[in-house]
């Protein structure tokens, strides 16, 4: 019982501070900064305790946390529970998620200071958070829907946070739209799903137990539309292009929302359909597919880019391809703990980017901050530690978990994905390193400082520390047999995973042929980018530099037609048809009336006679009834 | 003999119908009115006389009251009547007409 309300404490706490929060922004106009921050740091803080005590009970005792609220839909045999479930998978999203949302909470304390519009991005924050936690804990897919329609909704209004630049308010918008694409698939499946097995409920485990009374045509179907939605949320090809444009919004935001959580909720949905796509093996290296190309994609993007958070957000779609690359090919677990790592690292890439951002008064192009070593000495460390982490530098964490992908790839015999990765992981270490050279090995450009003393630069400075130590030891948790682990979270998850076998000396060839290929790459980006102005001879031309003319394509194709076709409506059909025949029928109505009001003279007399008129009339009538009845 | 009576009655309808349509002095046609009033009692004492039943003469008594009523309303009005405007002429009283909209 008291378990139940854990869970409900879990989930209503951030709800709770972000109504809170926005009560005092609407209503007063003076309160104190601190009381914010207070009321978003208790939110955020009490729930990240509540969810890692509840993952340690998952992990250690295979607890099963399950709280029903209530029933939302009870229609003859069909009923739509609310209930909150942290089984293994939920409470591992939690276990990175809620220590994740704090740390950027506290991140955004200092990053978002002195804001005028501090109290409104601490609401959506809280209420990203408590979106978040409904889409992890949720017990059914509906349930589920709402958490991710609502993230989609707080990510929206978070990357138009500064409206009064109306480039923000198209990312926003592009990012929405985009968006709903995706979620049009996910309905699509969930309305399938239930037109198949939902007579039986429609809760995850009943939708499971009934799978296999849909014939495979339509399951792939189903598995398909759903992967469509997870395309969306998480940014692969064909529907990638919001993220980089997301980078729109306060830099916590990208850290929070378009790296860490938000946009690893496909991968989520995914691996929580497991059952699902272990029965469609076609849709699934479909999967594996968007995911290679998609990593491939965007890392090769990356290294043409030069402001600071859209390579993050490219290196994200190449991560989260990889992701998807692995549950793809059925490594479920591999996936997951790749997103679970990549949470620390990109979230202390992001929040470093942020860093420099605030020091360097929202300059954002590395061609502009050269040389900065000095000025930002503590930020330097921790992204040259988060660098070498999604390079996959051993033994940092994302070489366990990128190598347990690579592994995997190379033991499912499918040698095209193994390359795709194996190059994207080149390209991901020549990007980063690229940026990495050209802000701190280069001839100093500017002075600037990012003051310690201030409180301000503290709270962002410690969140960083702290998941720099989890980007350097958050791999201890997953070690492969190899280095004398035992893979403790693929067990706790106990996911539908296809099992490869793969002999240690492979393993160890695999991974040191790996790494001696990255180093290579990281010495050829010293080489090329560091202590010379390489960066400012390349040129704007060529496919990479233009983002493959992905932008201008979708532009061209969708934009542009949807825009005249919309023009076309508004000019010929509204203004001139119908416009035209409503003002018509008005003109003649008021012609009408004008003669109607001629006979209404005020004049008594012609009452009377109108009156004698119609008696008159009123006598005929009568009088030829009675004729004809006679 | 009824005849005769009801086309008496139905000449002075007609005579005060006409007068209450044309003449455009308030007076007259408060005349006219009246003698409305008074081809209907006549006609009305006329059938109830022809049925043998006194219905008809107590209804048109009361008529008769009630048009001696009216008279004096009629009288008070027309002298309000002239004093905001000076005239008895009807065709001046028409503010609820089309012509006094806005």
């Known amino acids: 019982m008291s378990h139940s309300i854990l869970l409900n404490i879990l989930l209503l706490s951030p709800l709770t501070s972000a109504f809170l929060i926005f009560l005092l922004t609407i209503s007063t106009r003076y309160t104190k900064q601190t009381l914010y921050t207070f009321l978003a740091l208790s939110g955020s803080g009490s729930s990240a305790v509540i969810a890692l005590y509840i993952s340690y009970m998952s992990y250690f005792e295979h607890k099963l946390f399950v709280s029903h609220l209530f029933t939302w839909l009870n229609i003859s045999d069909f009923t739509i529970e609310v209930t909150l479930k942290a089984d293994a998978l939920g409470s591992f999203m939690l276990l990175f998620v809620a220590p994740v949302g704090f740390l950027i909470h506290i991140y955004a304390t200092g990053y978002m200071h002195k804001d005028k519009s501090y109290g409104r991005f601490f609401t959506y924050f809280n209420l990203f958070i408590f979106f978040m936690f409904l889409l992890v804990l949720a017990d059914n897919p509906i349930l589920m829907f709402i958490g991710w329609e609502g993230v989609g909704l707080i990510s929206y209004l978070l990357i138009g946070f500064y409206f009064d630049d109306i480039k923000n308010t198209y990312a926003g918008n592009k990012a929405f739209i985009v968006n709903r694409v995706g979620d049009f698939g996910f309905l699509s499946a969930l309305m399938l799903l239930f037109i198949e097995i939902g007579s039986g409920g429609f809760s995850y485990h009943a939708i499971f137990s009934n799978l296999s009374s849909i014939e495979s045509p339509m399951l792939s179907l189903i598995a398909l539309l759903l992967f469509v939605g997870a395309m969306g949320k998480s940014a692969q090809l064909p529907l990638f292009v919001w993220l980089p444009d997301a980078m729109a919004g306060p830099t916590p935001v990208s850290a929070l929302i378009h790296a860490a959580t938000m946009v690893t909720a496909g991968i989520y949905m995914v691996a929580r359909f497991a059952p699902l796509y272990t029965l469609t093996g076609d849709v699934s290296l479909l999967i594996a597919y968007v995911g290679a190309f998609s990593a491939l994609f965007a890392a090769i993007v990356a290294t043409r880019q030069y402001d600071i958070k859209k390579i993050l957000a490219y290196s994200t779609i190449s991560q989260l391809g990889f992701m998807f690359m692995a549950l793809g090919v059925g490594a479920y677990s591999t996936a997951l703990f790749h997103m679970f790592t990549h949470a620390f690292f990109k979230g202390l890439l992001f929040m470093g980017a942020g860093a420099i951002i605030v020091a360097f008064h929202h300059k954002q192009d590395i061609r502009e901050l050269r040389g900065i070593r000095k000025s930002v000495p503590t930020v330097f460390i921790m992204m040259l530690i988060g660098s070498l982490t999604i390079s996959a530098i051993p033994p940092l964490s994302a070489f366990v978990s990128k190598d347990a992908i690579m592994n995997v790839l190379y033991a499912s015999h499918h040698l095209d994905l193994f390359l795709m990765a194996l190059l994207s992981s080149l390209f991901t270490a020549l990007y980063m390193f690229r940026m990495l050279f050209v802000l701190f090995f280069s001839e100093t450009t500017h002075e600037a400082t990012l003051e310690p003393s201030r409180n301000s630069v503290k709270s962002m400075i410690y969140p960083m520390a702290i998941l720099t130590l989890l980007s350097i030891f958050a791999g201890m948790l997953n070690l492969p047999e190899i280095f004398g682990g035992n893979l403790h979270i693929s067990y706790w998850l106990d996911l539908a995973d296809r099992h490869f076998v793969l002999s240690h000396t492979n393993e160890i060839v695999l991974m040191s042929g790996n790494t001696l290929l990255i180093l290579s790459v990281i010495f050829y980006a010293y080489k090329r980018y560091a202590y010379n102005d390489t960066i400012l001879k390349e040129s704007n031309t060529g496919f990479v530099a233009n983002k493959f003319y992905i932008d201008a394509l979708y532009n061209m194709i969708i934009v542009k037609p949807l825009y005249l076709l919309s023009v076309f409506f508004d000019r010929k059909i509204s203004h001139e048809l119908i416009d035209n025949t409503i003002d018509l029928m008005a003109f003649n109505y008021r012609k009408l009336g004008k003669f109607f009001s001629i006979l209404e003279n005020g004049n008594v007399r012609f009452y009377a006679l109108y009156m004698l008129i119609g008696l008159v009339l009123g006598f005929i009538y009568l009088f030829l009834l009675l004729k004809a009845m006679l | ?102």
Do not use: C, P, Q, T
């Not at chain 2, 309808?13 to 007076?27: A, D």
């Open chain 2, 1 to 102: 003999m009824l005849k005769a009576y009801m086309i008496l009655s139905i000449i002075l309808f007609s005579i005060g119908m006409v007068g209450l349509i044309s003449r455009r002095n308030i007076i007259v046609i408060y005349m006219s009115i009246e003698l409305l009033l008074n081809a209907v009692n006549l006609s009305l004492i006329a059938i109830s006389g022809d049925l043998g039943d006194s219905s008809g003469h107590v209804m048109s008594l009361i008529i008769i009251a009630i048009a001696a009523a009216e008279a004096a309303l009629f009288m008070s009005l027309f002298v309000v009547l002239f004093r905001k405007k000076g005239s008895l002429d009807a065709n001046i009283f028409d503010i609820l007409g089309s012509k006094h909209e806005s």
